[in-house]
T-cell receptor, first 112, second 110 residues
Framework: GAVVSQHPSWVICKSGTSVKIECRSL??????MFWYRQFPKQSLMLMAT?????????EQGVEKDKFLINHASLTLSTLTVTSAHPEDSSFYIC????????FGQGTRLTVV | DAKTTQPPSMDCAEGRAANLPCNHS???????VYWYRQIHSQGPQYIIH???NNETNEMASLIITEDRKSSTLILPHATLRDTAVYYC???????????FGSGTKLNVKP
């Protein structure tokens, strides 16, 4: 099946700093990618839709100025968590559509 | 909003069939039933999907009731590596967003 890769797999950052997470579709082009967040023992929550060449659309309750999304090419979307705080610590997962939705392996963010 | 109901957890003996139920009583005519699973600390993995006919692939079988209000995912010979959270999702085929419910934690035991 199609491969979606995230980088990094885990990251630790200090409170107040920003961290960027990359999502790449390795063997197909994706005009649309999606970002999810998952807290421990909870399900995945859709945060936003990343659209190549245009602005991302955010789900209700997700702060667009805090979670910056850029989709500059057909194979790369980035999520930047700005001014991170400990409550932003979570598992962030991206997905992209080929024949079906394929998900990245996730990025574990810990803010200390 | 998730439109499915699944039991929170199930146990299955290794080598036996695992039958995971899902209720989707408000499913619309253009909505497909998808199944994904998530092994601990990994991204979700596609398993199978269907509209109204039963489907089978190398991983699993999907049985959808005639009224389409419920379905069952069948893993014919569960292994320890099948221990995961299984998500049942309904969505229109041309609608790319996935809204996840709480899923079923399948525990495969030796």
């Amino acid at each position: 099946g199609a491969v979606v890769s995230q980088h990094p797999s885990w990251v630790i950052c200090k409170s107040g700093t920003s961290v960027k997470i990359e999502c790449r579709s390795l063997d197909f082009q994706a005009t649309t990618m999606f970002w999810y967040r998952q807290f421990p023992k909870q399900s995945l929550m859709l945060m936003a839709t990343s659209n190549e060449g245009s602005k991302a659309t955010y789900e209700q309750g997700v702060e667009k100025d805090k979670f910056l999304i850029n989709h500059a090419s057909l194979t790369l979307s980035t999520l930047t968590v700005t001014s991170a705080h400990p409550e932003d610590s979570s598992f962030y997962i991206c997905s992209a559509m080929d024949s079906e939705a394929f998900f990245g392996q996730g990025t574990r963010l810990t803010v200390v | 909003d998730a439109k499915t109901t699944q039991p929170p957890s199930m146990d299955c003996a290794e080598g036996r069939a695992a039958n995971l139920p899902c209720n989707h009583s408000t499913i619309s005519g253009n909505e497909y039933v998808y199944w994904y699973r998530q092994i601990h600390s990994q991204g979700p993995q596609y398993i199978i999907h269907g509209l109204k006919n039963n489907e089978t692939n190398e991983m699993a079988s999907l049985i959808i009731t005639e009224d389409r209000k419920s379905s069952t995912l069948i893993l014919p010979h569960a292994t320890l590596r099948d221990t995961a959270v299984y998500y049942c999702i309904v969505r229109p085929y041309n609608f790319n967003k996935f809204y996840f419910g709480s899923g079923t934690k399948l525990n495969v035991k030796p």
